[in-house]
């Protein structure tokens, strides 16, 4: 045990053994989010997340977890919703400037890897913090594909994935149900069951977002009544 451990917890440096604690803080936050999961089937990319709507009144419509990056990318946050709505405008930024550049869509390995950079950066110096939350970033550019972005900044591409709270449980699932080949819809009544599994069934087309990603059609975010058909 070292005397002074708080000095290595009040800003991004690394304790003697070999630690950084403000990582780890933003992992904890992660682990702290509502769960959501990645699918890659044959033809696409299936994202599911779940919405954790805590207060009474709120308009369950304003709160969203899935985002349309691109044409054909998709991204799903966990953890500091701040930080996760920061991030997904950055993605944005720069598949627009590439798209503007190239006239093409960015791949989802670019964009997963300049976005790793910039997390990586909060973790570098004194008075900036690290980005609270983990991303799954999916879509479609030679195949579907799917990448995690987790707080420390590393990313990894992944056939299924999860984050947030259920991570654990749900990576469980994932590893005995998961098919290589799945079609579309066999990912998407994987992914809400291990949601629906989750919560213990506790599901409405309130608080769960479903999108797919496909060649053909790009990125779909379904509307609450498409979510409905799914429960």
Do not use: C, W
């Amino acid at each position: 045990m070292y005397p002074n451990v708080q000095a290595y917890d009040r800003g991004v440096m690394f304790s003697p053994d070999g630690r950084l604690f403000q990582v780890e803080y933003a992992k904890e936050a992660v682990r702290r989010g509502a769960t959501s999961i990645g699918i890659v089937a044959n033809d696409s990319v299936v994202l599911v997340a779940h919405k954790n709507v805590l207060e009474p009144l709120a308009v369950p419509s304003t709160i969203q977890k899935i985002f349309r990056v691109d044409s054909y990318i998709g991204a799903t946050y966990s953890g500091l919703v701040a930080d996760g709505l920061h991030m997904i405008s950055a993605m944005r930024n720069k598949t627009q400037t590439h798209r503007m550049v190239y006239n093409e869509t960015e791949s989802v390995e670019t964009i997963a890897k300049e976005i790793s950079e910039e997390m990586q950066m909060a973790t570098q110096y004194g008075g900036i913090r690290p980005y609270a939350i983990s991303l799954l970033i999916g879509g479609i550019d030679r195949g579907p594909k799917l990448f995690e972005i987790e707080p420390g900044a590393s990313y990894l591409g992944y056939k299924a994935d999860a984050i947030g709270s259920g991570k654990s449980v749900a990576q469980e699932m994932l590893v005995k149900s998961f098919k290589e080949n799945m079609d579309t819809e066999e990912a998407l009544k994987l992914g809400v069951s291990i949601i629906k599994k989750l919560n213990e069934g506790k599901l409405t087309e309130n608080n769960l977002d479903i999108s797919t990603i496909k060649k053909d059609v790009g990125i779909e975010i379904f509307t609450s009544e498409k979510v409905a058909k799914y429960l």
